[in-house]
């Protein structure tokens, strides 16, 4: 067993690609067959991944949840933000071009209201939750864009570690909630075309969510909705510690 152990810590990266797999099969099943896929397995699998995390870190009194365990060292690199980039871009690749001009000004209209209207909300639950200075606003309001918004936005703009990891915490229940929502929903937001799908993606923003509801809804509509939720990430990440923190700085500095 202390040999397997080794071999395991020595291929840390290995290993946590075998865990992710094991995590999303495991996913898969309770989808199948617990929820007969109308919960998706990506739903799943998030909320698996985060209670590990939590778990791990409260066994390990460390900062990086399960990479602070030895022996899953890897997630740290299979984590972070180069391996999770290519994720988001790699999305891209199935897009028709042709399809993606069909969007036109609606397509440019969804993506301007999607991170205008979640960052609003989000800056006011912070506000009534207490946290009042402009700083903790805006990071919070970023996560309500998204989950990574909203720490690149607190990294930038000097945000405290807690307010980030709320920042993060908004844009996760946020994204678990388009995974499981739109294939409930698709029929009354008519989530049939390529269009629609860009159109929805521009309001959604969090890739993951709209990547994961849209195939629940119909597979071909993925890479329309991620493709348009990936350009709001970029946009957001803009935005957030520029514009928004000069409005919210500007009102409530």
Same mark, same amino acid.
């Given at each position: 067993?202390?040999?397997?152990?080794?071999?395991?810590?020595? #291929?840390?990266?290995?290993?946590?690609?075998?865990?992710? &797999?094991?995590?999303?099969?495991?996913?898969?099943?309770?989808?199948?067959?617990?929820?007969? @896929?109308?919960?998706?397995?990506?739903?799943?699998?998030?909320?698996?991944?985060?209670?590990?995390a939590y778990f791990a870190g409260i066994y390990t009194q460390g900062e990086?949840?399960?990479? +602070?365990?030895?022996?899953? %060292?890897?997630? $740290?690199?299979?984590?972070? /933000?180069?391996?999770? +980039?290519? /994720?988001?871009?790699?999305? *891209?690749?199935?897009?028709?071009?042709?399809?993606?001009?069909? $969007?036109?000004?609606?397509?440019?209209? *969804?993506?301007?209201? @999607?991170?205008?209207?979640?960052?609003?909300?989000?800056?006011?639950?912070?506000?009534?939750?207490?946290? !009042?200075?402009?700083?903790?606003?805006?990071?919070? &309001? *970023?996560?309500?864009?998204?989950?990574?918004? &909203?720490?690149?936005?607190?990294?930038?703009i000097g945000a405290s570690s807690e307010v980030i990891a709320l920042s993060? *915490?908004?844009?996760?229940?946020?994204?678990?909630?388009?995974?499981?929502?739109?294939?409930l929903l698709a029929k009354f937001m008519y989530l049939k075309s390529p269009?629609?799908?860009?159109?929805? %993606? %521009?309001?959604? @923003?969090?890739?993951?969510?709209?990547? /994961?509801?849209?195939?629940?809804?119909?597979? !071909?509509?993925?890479?329309? &909705?991620?493709?348009?939720?990936?350009?709001?990430?970029?946009? @957001?990440?803009?935005? %957030?510690?520029?514009?928004?923190?000069?409005?919210? #700085? /500007?009102?409530?500095?």
């Amino acid at each position: 067993m202390e040999e397997i152990i080794t071999v395991l810590t020595k #291929n840390a990266l290995v290993t946590a690609l075998a865990v992710t &797999g094991l995590m999303m099969y495991v996913s898969h099943l309770l989808s199948k067959y617990l929820t007969k @896929g109308k919960l998706q397995s990506s739903a799943f699998a998030i909320t698996m991944g985060l209670v590990l995390a939590y778990f791990a870190g409260i066994y390990t009194q460390g900062e990086k949840g399960i990479s +602070d365990i030895e022996i899953f %060292g890897g997630f $740290a690199l299979l984590g972070g /933000a180069m391996l999770r +980039d290519l /994720a988001i871009a790699s999305t *891209a690749f199935e897009v028709d071009v042709k399809e993606v001009k069909k $969007a036109g000004k609606v397509g440019l209209i *969804a993506l301007t209201l @999607g991170c205008v209207i979640p960052f609003i909300i989000g800056a006011m639950v912070a506000w009534v939750m207490g946290y !009042r200075d402009p700083v903790s606003m805006t990071t919070i &309001g *970023a996560g309500a864009m998204t989950y990574i918004v &909203g720490p690149v936005t607190g990294s930038a703009i000097g945000a405290s570690s807690e307010v980030i990891a709320l920042s993060i *915490a908004i844009g996760l229940i946020k994204a678990v909630f388009f995974m499981v929502g739109t294939p409930l929903l698709a029929k009354f937001m008519y989530l049939k075309s390529p269009r629609s799908a860009m159109v929805f %993606g %521009g309001l959604a @923003g969090t890739t993951s969510g709209t990547a /994961a509801g849209l195939a629940g809804t119909d597979v !071909r509509l993925v890479p329309y &909705g991620a493709l348009v939720a990936t350009f709001y990430t970029g946009l @957001g990440c803009l935005l %957030g510690p520029s514009l928004f923190f000069l409005t919210i #700085n /500007a009102i409530f500095g």
